[in-house]
């Protein structure tokens, strides 16, 4: 016997409600493959010419953690930590809190590494060494251990809370802020 859709579920389009989290597990896959470049971009740092490869390399990390990662924290901050943090599981609203001190602490690491990063991607020799392998050390830990975290333990119980419905309208108002943040950033320019 099958069940019959409640009226919230049949708003939704079929495969809306999966939507919102394969973006937000993508968006894992695509940070998890930019620390993998940043660490190959401080690894290649020898104090000889950077070649064109590592600068591209550098400005694409620079691109992923200025606007997708931001992007991701926003969707979480917004739709997956609230739904959480008031479901009345202790263990899950202290996950939350500490998923959320790691957003801020992610922002404070990438905001030290960004100028490094940047002088490297635009060929400029003033980024300091240093300060690149002990920051991205310290941020592709943290960055690994929060996808972790939230893979493991938030997404599965945040994907039984949200109803489909809910995921469907977290899906389109972060489909939204992503086109709004397009047309501000091509409006800027390259």
């Given at each position: 016997m099958s069940k019959t859709p409640s009226r919230a579920d049949r708003k939704?389009?079929?495969?809306?409600?999966?939507a919102a989290f394969s973006v937000l597990d993508e968006c894992h896959r695509q940070t998890l493959g930019a620390l993998d470049k940043l660490e190959t971009v401080v690894a290649?740092?020898?104090g000889s010419q950077i070649e064109a490869q590592t600068r591209a390399a550098a400005a694409a990390v620079v691109r992923h953690f200025s606007t997708t990662a931001r992007?991701?924290?926003e969707d979480e901050?917004?739709?997956?930590?609230?739904k959480l943090a008031t479901s009345g599981d202790v263990a899950m609203q202290h996950a939350v809190q500490r998923l959320q001190q790691d957003?801020?602490?992610l922002e404070e690491d990438w905001r030290e590494l960004q100028p490094h990063l940047d002088a490297i991607a635009c060929g400029q020799s003033w980024y300091d060494v240093a300060v690149l392998r002990e920051g991205s050390e310290i941020f592709a830990a943290l960055s690994r251990e929060?996808?972790?975290?939230e893979e493991s333990c938030l997404y599965p119980v945040a994907r039984t809370l949200l109803g489909a419905s809910q995921q469907h309208e977290m899906e389109r108002e972060m489909a939204a802020r992503?086109?709004?943040?397009?047309k501000a950033r091509a409006a800027?320019?390259?």
């Open positions: 939704a389009p079929p495969g809306g409600a999966a290649s740092l020898d992007q991701h924290h901050e917004r739709h997956v930590f609230p957003h801020l602490w929060h996808i972790a975290l992503r086109r709004a943040a397009r800027v320019g390259p």
